[in-house]
């Protein structure tokens, strides 16, 4: 039987949102290197201009990290071809001609939206983009390591 319940939030995101209990701290989580990823070079326009939104916003607070890469390129795909699908929906309309009953039939680019909205809102949630993976944090971002502060005024680094 798998775990139950929503996925355990970070611990770095834990002390970014006020934990102030050390026993629901795991002090031995694996950190990765820190700095934002690299964008690749293979992104059409949309997608880095989603990157580099994503950027601006989250690269100080240190929640996106380069291992996070993939994941943070699959957020911006979704959101290209979201934009491009919204684009030419937008211009064809809900209902299509149907070719062969003289009726009209769904537009077939709704659920292309509608699968590329859902993507994204799912990544959007592992990466915390969304409000409520956001919502609670307390600190400003800062260049210091705030996970690292907070043992510090424990008295509890290197322990």
């Known amino acids: ?10 611990t770095r995101l834990r002390v970014l949102r006020g934990e102030t209990r050390p026993s629901r701290l795991n002090r031995h989580e694996p950190e990765p290197a820190g700095g934002f990823p690299v964008m690749p070079d293979e992104l ?5 201009a989603e990157w580099h939104h994503v950027e601006a916003q989250m690269a100080a607070t240190g929640v996106i990290r ?3 890469r993939m994941l943070l390129r699959a957020y911006c795909e979704a959101v290209s071809r979201y934009l491009q699908a919204v684009r030419l929906f937008a211009t064809s309309g809900t209902l299509l001609p ?22 994204m809102r799912a990544l959007a949630r592992e990466l915390g983009l969304t409000p409520s993976a956001r919502s609670g944090l307390l600190a400003a971002p800062t260049s210091a390591d705030p996970f690292e502060a907070y043992l510090r005024a424990r008295g509890r680094a290197g322990a």
């Open 1 to 10: 039987m798998g775990r139950r319940g929503p996925p355990p939030a970070p």
């Open 44 to 48: 059409d326009a949309d997608a880095q």
């Open 66 to 68: 380069p291992v996070d």
């Open 98 to 119: 149907d070719r062969g009953h003289h009726g009209v039939v769904k537009n077939p680019l709704h659920q292309i939206v509608r699968d590329n909205e859902a993507t």
